[in-house]
Nanobody
C-alpha cells in the first residue's frame, strides 16, 4: 500500500492562495489515479479534483476555476493550487491514490483555514 503525506495547509485570509503538496512513498504516478478530497466540519468528505496516470484532470463543479491539480512524476508529488480562497474552502484536505479498481489509499490530511 502506498503512503501519502500532505503538506502546505495553514491559516490564510480570504482572497489568498495556497499550494498543497502530497508526497508518495514510491513512484506511482505513472500507474495510479490521484486525487484531492476535502472534509469540512460537520460535512461528508467530497471530491475536489482527480488526475489520471495520463494527466487527464477532472474537477468538482465547486472547484472549477480556482483549483488546479497537477503532479510531478519525477518527484512523486501531487499538488493542489488554490486561488482566491473563500471561508467555505475551510476543510481538511486529503490526498488519495488508487490503482485500477483497488481501494483508495489516503493521506492523514492537511488543515486549510480561511479567515474572512
Amino acid at each position: 500500500q502506498v503512503q501519502l503525506v500532505e503538506s502546505g495547509g495553514g491559516l490564510v485570509q480570504a482572497g489568498g492562495s495556497l499550494r498543497l503538496s502530497c508526497a508518495a512513498s514510491r513512484n506511482i504516478f505513472n500507474r495510479y489515479t490521484m486525487g484531492w478530497y476535502r472534509q469540512a466540519p460537520g460535512k461528508q468528505r467530497e471530491l475536489v479534483a482527480l488526475i489520471t496516470s495520463g494527466g487527464m484532470t477532472n474537477y468538482a463543479d465547486s472547484a472549477k476555476g480556482r483549483f488546479t491539480i497537477s503532479k510531478d512524476n519525477v518527484k512523486s508529488t501531487l499538488y493542489l493550487q488554490i486561488n482566491s480562497l473563500k471561508p467555505e474552502d475551510t476543510a481538511v484536505y486529503y490526498c488519495s491514490a488508487r490503482l485500477g479498481g483497488q481501494p483508495w489509499s489516503w493521506g492523514q490530511g492537511t488543515q486549510v483555514t480561511v479567515s474572512s
